[in-house]
């Protein structure tokens, strides 16, 4: 592997790692499926080598999952944090729901066909 200086390399490097994610997406955006189609598996092509120029990058620096925050030290105390905010925020869309007479619990009228499309 070669050599890389944190200090100096870095902020050129981190750039163009965002430069070429964002690529790869309108890569996968405007190109790929204009051309192909819509395809989920063709637009993942692109998709698949900008998440593997992140991993190669991320090895390449030495950086492990704790270094790039994926971690669940902390997960207890962020679920409790948006706890309340979350059901503020749900409570409010029903108390909005009910008061303009459209909040609906049917199975009909939630169109459980939807359930089956891809996201």
Known sequence: MPDF???TDAPPFAGWEILSVGASLLIAEWVVL?????SKLVAAIPL???FGF?????QLRGETLWDI???V???GRAARSLLWPTVIAVLAILLI???SGSLRFGLLP???RFLLLPV
Request: net charge neutral; aromatic share 10%.
């Open 73 to 75: 030290d902390n997960l």
């Open 54 to 58: 992140m991993f190669c990058s991320h």
């Open 34 to 38: 204009v051309f192909v189609g819509r």
């Open 69 to 71: 925050g994926l971690r």
């Open 48 to 50: 698949g080598l900008a």
């Open 5 to 7: 200086d944190h200090e």
């Open 97 to 99: 729901g009910w008061l």
């Open 110 to 112: 939630m169109r459980p």
